[in-house]
C-alpha cells in the first residue's frame, strides 16, 4: 500500500530557489509526473535497496560501540529511550515527522515505496502526516480543559499517510518540479531534522542549529561558515551505500567508521610549535581547544523536567500539547571526559545500576585516564527526571499522553501497561553524556597554555579550563607531587620538568592517585619477574617507570 498521498493536478512553474541549487540533470528535466518514490526508484533502485538497510530508514543497527550490548541491533526504535522525549514510539507520529520513513512507523518492516527520497534531496520540499478526522480522543488535561484530538490516518498494519505540505512550500510549487529540482544533500538538507532534534530548534545536540546551514560568524562554526571552510556534512560524515558515519556518545548504532579531525588535519596539525603536536596526538581530543563553547546559535535544552507541565501551541502538529519544563542556555563551557570511542547507554529493559549520589546517567562516556586510547573530549551533560521502578528498569512512559494531558504521573502509568511492568515507581534524577563536536571555531580562539597549565607547578589546577584533579590527573602520591619518588628533591619550571620526563615516563608515573598496597607481599611480587633483589624505594622506581612498567603491575589501587 503506497504510504504517500499527492495531489496532481498543479499547474506546473518552477519552485523556489533553493539553499544550494544544483543543476537540473537531463534525466530529471524530462520528469513529466511524480508518483512518490516509485518516481525515483525508477532510475535508482540499487539507492532505493541502500536506503532501506540504513540506520535513517530502520532507526537502528549494529552496536559495536556499545558495551552494555556490543552485539545486538538497536536503536531509537528497538530500546531506544533518552533524557529528552523519553520514549520516541509511543508519541504516535508527534516523533516522526522528520525522518525519512513516509509511513513513520518504524517497528514495521519498510518497503522501497516507503523511502521519502525528497526529505534528503530537496531542500523545497515540506510534507506533512495526513491526518484521519474519524480518528480522535478527548481528554481532560491538567488546566481542566476538555480538549479532542485528531490523529494520523492509518492503514491495518498501523502505518501513517504523508502528503506533501504545499502551505509550507513557495506558493505554486509543484511536485513535478521538486523532482525535477533534486539535488545531492546540502547542510539544510541534514539540519532540518537534526538541528530540531527534541522538539525545537538547538534543543537537543547543543553544536548545530537551523541557522549553522550559513553560520552567520566564524566563530559560530568556522567549518561551516560559508566565508571559511564551506563545509557540508557529508564532507565529514562520509556517506557509503546510503549508510552515514559518527556515533557521539549518546547514539547505540554504528554504521560506518566515525570520522576524525585527523582524517583532513593529520596527526601533527601545528606547524608552528611541536609542543601543540604532543597533545593532538596524546590525550586531548582537538575539540577540546577548539571549541570553547557551545550553543553559540542558539541557546540549548540543560534540563527538561516533565513533572512541570508547559504548554506548546505547537505540539502535535499545532494542535497544541504539553512539554515538560525545559532550562535552556546559550554560550555553555562544557564538560569534561575521558572517551575511548565506547559508550554505556540505557535500553529500555535493562537494569541501571545507581550512581553514588542516587542518580542515574543514561549515556555516558567509557574510558579513563592512560589506559592508551582514551582522549579527554567535551561534552553536553543533559539532565532530567525519569521513572524507575524498585528493580532499577526504567519505565518508557506513553509521553503521547503526556503531550496530550500533561499529566506525567498518568502516562507513566500508561507506559508501565503497554510494556507490561508491575509494581511501583519514583522519580529519579538522570543525566545523559553527549559529545561536542561541532561548531569548531577559528584557531586564534584556541587557549594560551597558561589557561589550562596555569603559571606554577602542581597548584591551582582546579581553577583552569580543564579540571584535571577530577579528571584523575593529579591525585598523585606526595613523593610525585614533592619529586622525590625516583630521586633527591630537585626544583624545575613546570614546562621543563615535563619536557625532561616525557622522554623516559609513562604519564601515569607520575600522574596516578597513591596505591592501597601491593598486588602481592615483596618476597614473592619482585621474583614474578627476577630474583630477589635489594634497593631505596626511589631507585626500584626509577629503573620499573624507565622500563615502562604500569603502575598496577606491583600496586593496588
Known amino acids: 500500500m503506497r504510504k504517500f498521498l ?37 532510475c535508482h533502485p540499487t539507492q532505493a535497496t541502500n536506503m532501506l538497510n540504513s540506520l535513517h530508514m530502520k532507526w537502528s ?54 523511502v521519502d527520497c525528497l526529505m534528503c534531496h530537496s531542500d523545497t520540499y515540506q510534507r506533512k502526516f ?18 479532542t484530538y485528531i490523529f494520523g490516518l492509518t492503514d491495518t498494519s498501523g502505518n501513517f499517510f504523508t502528503e506533501p505540505n504545499y502551505a509550507a512550500m513557495p506558493v505554486g510549487t509543484t511536485m513535478v518540479d521538486i523532482a525535477k529540482n533534486v539535488h545531492k544533500p546540502t547542510r539544510q538538507s541534514c539540519l532540518r531534522c537534526h538541528a530540531t532534534a527534541g522538539g525545537a530548534d538547538w534543543t537537543k545536540r547543543g553544536d548545530i542549529g537551523l541557522n549553522t546551514a550559513a553560520a552567520a560568524t566564524d566563530t559560530q562554526d568556522v567549518h561551516m561558515s560559508p566565508t571559511r571552510g564551506n563545509l557540508t556534512c557529508s564532507n565529514c560524515h562520509a556517506v557509503s551505500g546510503h549508510k552515514i558515519g559518527g556515533r557521539g556518545i549518546d547514539l547505540r548504532q554504528t554504521e560506518t567508521p566515525d570520522p576524525r579531525c585527523q582524517d583532513c588535519h593529520g596527526t601533527a596539525p601545528h606547524s608552528t610549535t611541536a609542543k601543540m603536536n604532543v597533545h593532538a ?48 542556555a546559550g554560550n555553555v563551557k562544557p564538560e569534561y571526559r575521558f572517551f575511548d570511542g565506547t559508550s554505556y547507554v540505557y535500553n529500555v529493559g535493562e537494569t541501571i545500576t545507581k550512581n553514588a549520589d542516587g542518580s542515574i546517567t543514561m549515556a555516558k562516556a567509557n574510558g579513563t585516564i592512560f589506559d592508551g586510547k582514551s582522549k579527554i573530549v567535551p561534552i553536553k551533560n543533559h539532565k532530567t527526571i525519569m ?21 506525567y504521573n498518568q502516562a507513566v502509568t500508561k507506559g508501565m501497561e503497554a510494556a507490561g511492568m508491575t509494581g511501583s515507581y519514583t522519580y529519579v534524577n538522570a543525566n545523559a553524556e553527549m559529545l ?69 615516563l609513562k604519564c601515569y608515573a607520575c600522574h596516578s592517585k597513591a596505591p592501597k598496597g601491593l598486588v602481592a607481599p615483596t618476597s614473592t611480587l619482585c621474583k614474578t619477574c627476577h630474583s630477589l633483589e635489594s634497593g631505596s624505594s626511589q631507585s626500584v622506581h626509577k629503573r620499573h617507570l624507565q622500563q615502562g612498567k604500569a603502575c598496577t603491575v606491583c600496586h593496588v589501587y
Not at 584533579?469 to 621543563?496: I, N
Open 61 to 114: 543497527g549494529p552496536t559495536p560501540e556499545l558495551s552494555n550490548a556490543p552485539t545486538q541491533n538497536l536503536g531509537k526504535a528497538v530500546k531506544g529511550i533518552n533524557s529528552f522525549c523519553t520514549y520516541a514510539m509511543s508519541s504516535g507520529n508527534t516523533c516522526f515527522t522528520c525522518h525519512v520513513r513516509a509511513d513513520g512507523n518504524a517497528p514495521h518492516a519498510a518497503s522501497a515505496n516507503d
Open 281 to 328: 596526538a596524546g590525550q586531548v581530543a582537538c575539540q577540546v581547544c577548539h571549541i570553547r563553547t557551545f550553543g553559540k546559535g542558539g541557546a540549548t535544552e540543560m534540563s527538561r523536567d516533565f513533572r512541570i507541565p508547559v504548554w506548546r501551541a505547537s505540539q502535535l502538529g499545532g494542535q497544541g500539547g504539553f512539554v515538560g519544563e525545559e532550562i535552556a
Open 130 to 147: 495526513t491526518m484521519d478526522p474519524t480518528k480522535t480522543q478527548t481528554v481532560t488535561n491538567v488546566l481542566g480543559q476538555i480538549k
Open 436 to 504: 561536542v563536536t561541532h561548531g569548531v571555531e577559528p584557531k586564534t580562539m584556541a587557549p594560551k597554555c597558561a589557561e589550562c597549565h596555569g603559571t606554577s607547578t602542581g597548584t591551582g589546577h582546579n581553577n583552569l579550563m580543564i579540571p584535571f584533579t577530577a579528571l584523575g590527573y593529579h591525585e598523585m602520591p606526595a613523593s610525585a607531587k614533592g619529586c622525590t619518588m625516583c630521586h633527591s628533591k630537585k626544583s624545575l619550571a613546570w614546562q621543563q620538568y615535563h619536557d625532561k620526563h616525557r622522554s623516559a
Open 387 to 407: 521513572p524507575i521502578l524498585a528493580d532499577g528498569r526504567l519505565v518508557p512512559p506513553a509521553i503521547l499522553w503526556m503531550f496530550m494531558t500533561g499529566d
Open 6 to 42: 499527492f495531489a496532481t493536478s498543479a499547474l506546473v512553474i518552477l519552485c523556489g530557489a533553493t539553499h544550494a541549487q544544483a543543476v537540473v540533470l537531463p534525466a530529471h528535466a524530462g520528469i513529466t509526473a511524480y508518483n512518490g518514490p516509485a518516481t525515483c526508484i525508477a
